[in-house]
């Protein structure tokens, strides 16, 4: 029965939203002449509402008659009343204008409507000067008039030369006048005339002067740039190189002007070289000379312990200084020295310094061994000093335990392989059995202890731990009647304390007193503390 009740309320709660959904219809078909109007432009359209078109942009009603409204029906809008149609809009031809006409695209009636082009056409004899085109739009055509030109001869150029003489426009009968620029000469007529077809004649060319190769100097030779044929031209230089074991003094470049080659003759001196640098951790083999004559050759040695790196040898080169770079000296490197039985080696300095000339190797031996001889080694010009060292093991001090000392013969600082060690009892203890083995040997590092077989019993103990409870037993008592003293001690203090407040409490009273009563009715306002003082004071007078 629950279960029928649910089905039913389940069923209306559907129906319900059923009712509520609302058909829909899409966004109408407008097509490419026809658009909706701004107010029937909407996001959702329900059934029974009504859409309305207006013609696009360049476009014009095609009849005033026939229905523009279209209806949401369900969710399809009916098309079938919808007689509203559109045709472009047309801009008319346009007139002529000064000198030219225009021809329209495309041809025929549709030239001039919506989307149309006219273009400018300029009449023979004319050149058009600006607004080439003009558009047909949906207000109109774009654009201004066209202006065309009488056409004069295009002003001819002249690479490398100027005009002297003329200025545009050149029309009819017009002159121009040229001339080259400097380290340039003209090939051709430098005058031409303007006719009825254009220039008289083609415009002059204006080639490059040549300087023509320079003579070789003494001691050298000239190069050229750029390269090849261009490198006596106008505008090239030429350079000045010395013959081998010559250097340049003065006049090293000379260029192409005009009139000729600038400058003078380059002067060329034999090479010396100044004394070859000084390297550190090495010199020459050779003392050093004042002055080197050119690929004159010097050799570089090093220093004890250094080793040469790069070219020993250098010359005098053809720049005045020696090449290549002198070498350098860097330390010789031992290497690193290989472990050794029983032990390592460390370096000082530490890092890569370490295993370099003038490093120290410290011998350290492992642990359980100590070192007998050769304990450092140092890095020198052939190599490792010294020889490999030599590391003994020897046992650590041995540990007695379980109430045994080593006896004192045994006592010792160092235990090397084979050394005995002899145990006795601890103070207060004596062997279980006089017997057995008391002693272990060193083996290698290590001692065997399986030999050992002392055993020490606590019977002189027992009398020690005796007299030590009692005395602690005393100690016990005494602190006992120590606290006991406090207590009494702490009781007392608290009643002075006490007769103290009751003392001052009178005091007050006493000083109120005397400030209400005359001086001879003063009350009397000893405290006890005053007359135990007078009591003493007539104590001592007494002798009592």
Known sequence: MMSNCCSQIIFLMCLLNVVKIRAQCEVPRAGDQRILTPESIKLTYSDGDTATFQCSVGYKPASLRGSRTITCSGNKWDYSKLKFQCTKKSCRPLPDFANGRYTYSPEGAEGVLFGATATAQCKEGFRLLRYTARRCLDAGWDGREPVCEEVSCDPPSLPNGKRV?????????????????????????PSLV??????????????????????????????????????????????????????????PVRHCLDAGWDGREPVCEVIKCP???????GQPEEPRLYEYDYEQKVTYVCNAGYTLFGDSTVSCSNSGTFEPSPPECIKKSCGALPDFANGRYTYSPE????????????????????LLQFTARHCLDAGWDGR????????????????????????????????????????????????VSTTITCSGNKWDYSSLKLQCTCEKLKVTLSLTAQMLEIEREK????????????????????????EKSSLALCKKAEQKTESHLKPNCTTAGDREGEAGVVQEETGS
């Not at 083609?202 to 090849?228: H, I, M, Q, W």
């Not at 070859?276 to 951790?281: D, M």
């Not at 009647?481 to 103290?500: F, G, I, N, S, T």
Request: aromatic share 10%.
């Open 165 to 189: 003489h003329g200025r545009p426009p050149y029309r009819f009968k017009s002159t121009i006048e040229f001339a080259c620029n400097p380290g340039f000469k003209m090939v051709g007529s």
């Open 194 to 251: 303007c006719e009825r077809n254009g220039w008289n004649s083609p415009p002059p060319n204006c080639t490059v002067k040549s300087c023509g190769a320079l003579p070789d100097f003494a001691n050298g030779r000239y190069t050229y740039s750029p390269e090849g044929a261009k490198g006596v031209l106008f505008g090239a230089t030429a350079t000045a190189q010395c013959d081998e074991g010559f250097r340049l003094l003065q006049y």
């Open 275 to 281: 004394p070859p640098p000084e390297i550190p951790n």
């Open 351 to 370: 890092g890569a310094e370490g295993v370099l000339f003038g490093a120290t190797a410290t011998a350290q031996c492992d642990e359980g061994f100590r």
């Open 388 to 435: 490999e060292p030599v590391c003994e093991a020897q046992c650590e001090k041995p540990s007695a335990g379980h109430n045994r000392v080593l006896t004192p013969e045994s006592n010792k600082s160092t235990y090397s392989d084979g050394d005995i060690a002899t145990f006795q009892c601890s103070p207060g203890y004596e062997p279980a059995d006089p017997e």
């Open 479 to 502: 602190l006992e009647l120590y606290r006991e003293r406090l207590a009494v001690e702490k009781e007392r203090l608290q009643l002075d304390r006490d007769r103290l407040e009751v």
